[in-house]
């Protein structure tokens, strides 16, 4: 049975920084592409990042791009997203999914699994 499980959300002030983790079993990680969506009150789930599955190639959202960082560590089956300069716009849960394949489609549609979500709430 595959687990994908979020960590490191919370409460920021905004300009702030987090860090969040996914850490996956039942998967063989290094076979697929990982990403990170979010998803605020009322609005649709939205794609911000996504990594290959050997990490040789990074994608971002025009707006995420700059402030966050998506990486991976295949040793330890675990994929991370470096947060920086937060904006009260960033405030939602962040999902992170594995996706059906090794390159990144970025289409919700064809993640294979997701996790529970965190949440991240950026305060003015």
């Known amino acids: 049975q595959v687990q994908v499980v979020e960590s490191g959300g919370g409460l920021v002030q905004a300009g702030g920084s987090l860090r969040l983790s996914c850490t996956t079993s039942?998967?063989?990680?290094?076979?697929?592409?990982m990403g990170w969506f979010r998803q605020a009150p009322g609005k649709e789930r939205q794609w911000i990042s996504c990594?290959?599955?050997?990490?040789?190639?990074?994608y971002y959202a025009d707006t995420v791009k700059d402030r966050f960082t998506i990486s991976r560590d295949n040793a330890k089956n675990a994929l991370y997203l470096q947060m920086n300069s937060l904006q009260l716009e960033d405030t939602a849960m962040y999902f992170c999914?594995?996706?059906?394949?090794?390159?990144?489609?970025?289409?919700?549609?064809?993640?294979?699994?997701w996790g529970q979500g965190t949440q991240v709430t950026v305060s003015s």
């Open positions: 039942g998967l063989t990680f290094d076979e697929n592409a």
């Open positions: 999914a594995a996706e059906r394949y090794a390159w990144c489609t970025r289409s919700s549609q064809q993640q294979a699994y």
């Open positions: 990594i290959t599955h050997n990490a040789g190639r990074t």
